[in-house]
């Protein structure tokens, strides 16, 4: 069944792409939204943004993907844009150790800016510069079992997994909701059992904090 138009959807997430510059965070975004990649990709200020939506269980998931820069100028400027946020794909370069040492403290400032109970992954970027790979799949896994993420490795370039990447982590953070909405019978919104509070129905938004309840016709600006 095609998805519908863009404007109609069941769920709206906020996911937020966090890692060093460089480690192909941008390209991840184009790839996915666009089936675009651009080899002169500039370094990103700021912020930027693009949906997609995508079927899971017979409902469509509109995804809003924040690209954070990766500069250390810009991070003061960009810690105000995880909130919201319930999921997160952590990027890092295989063929760049630094970008993986530097997981540790990107995970900790998701950790002090985001919900506690955002759904993360983490993401080795590049996969097709295997020649050129410092960082071992199993490191990668071994990290994301230490830290409780869930893991893949992904090629912006190839477009190898980057579907893969963006649906499994939409579907977990649907089947949390959904979850609850099983357990309490409540499918308007709320709280989750994972401490998710969200709201679903076509143009309202899914998010984590404190959201007052919204109609289910009601029109709401994403992630402020």
Same mark, same amino acid.
């Given at each position: 069944? +095609?998805?519908?138009?863009?404007?109609?959807?069941?769920?709206?997430?906020?996911?937020?792409?966090?890692?060093?510059?460089? #480690?192909?965070?941008? *390209?991840?975004?184009?790839? =996915?939204?666009?089936? /675009? =990649?651009?080899?002169?990709? %500039?370094?990103?200020?700021?912020?930027?943004?693009?949906?997609?939506?995508?079927?899971?269980? &017979?409902?469509?998931?509109?995804?809003?993907?924040?690209?954070?820069?990766?500069?250390?100028?810009?991070?003061?400027?960009?810690?105000?844009?995880?909130?919201?946020?319930?999921?997160?794909?952590? #990027?890092?370069?295989?063929?760049?150790?630094?970008?993986?040492? *530097?997981?540790?403290?990107?995970?900790? /400032?998701?950790?002090?800016?985001?919900?506690?109970?955002?759904?993360?992954?983490?993401?080795?970027?590049? !996969?097709?510069? %295997?020649?050129?790979?410092?960082?071992?799949?199993?490191?990668?896994?071994?990290?994301? /079992?230490?830290?409780?993420?869930?893991?893949? /490795?992904?090629?912006?370039?190839? +477009?190898?997994?980057?579907?893969?990447? =963006?649906?499994?982590?939409?579907?977990?953070?649907?089947?949390?909701?959904?979850?609850?909405?099983?357990?309490?019978?409540?499918?308007? &919104?709320?709280?989750?059992? !994972?401490?998710?509070?969200?709201? +679903?129905?076509?143009?309202?938004?899914?998010?984590?904090? *404190?959201? !007052?309840?919204?109609?289910?016709? !009601?029109?709401?600006?994403?992630? &402020?």
């Amino acid at each position: 069944m +095609a998805v519908r138009p863009d404007d109609e959807y069941d769920y709206l997430f906020k996911i937020v792409l966090i890692g060093d510059s460089g #480690v192909g965070k941008s *390209n991840l975004l184009s790839r =996915f939204t666009r089936n /675009e =990649f651009n080899l002169e990709s %500039k370094s990103t200020i700021g912020v930027e943004f693009a949906t997609r939506s995508v079927q899971t269980d &017979g409902k469509v998931i509109k995804a809003q993907i924040w690209d954070t820069a990766g500069q250390e100028r810009y991070r003061a400027i960009t810690s105000a844009y995880y909130r919201g946020a319930v999921g997160a794909l952590l #990027v890092y370069d295989i063929s760049k150790r630094s970008s993986f040492e *530097n997981a540790e403290r990107w995970l900790k /400032e998701l950790r002090d800016h985001a919900d506690q109970n955002i759904v993360i992954m983490l993401v080795g970027n590049k !996969s097709d510069l %295997k020649h050129l790979r410092s960082v071992s799949i199993e490191e990668g896994q071994q990290y994301a /079992e230490t830290k409780g993420l869930s893991f893949i /490795e992904t090629s912006a370039l190839d +477009a190898s997994h980057v579907e893969e990447a =963006f649906v499994r982590i939409l579907t977990d953070i649907y089947r949390l909701v959904h979850k609850r909405s099983l357990t309490t019978g409540d499918s308007a &919104g709320g709280k989750s059992a !994972s401490g998710i509070v969200y709201q +679903a129905g076509r143009g309202e938004t899914i998010s984590v904090g *404190n959201l !007052s309840h919204e109609s289910r016709s !009601s029109k709401r600006k994403c992630c &402020g």
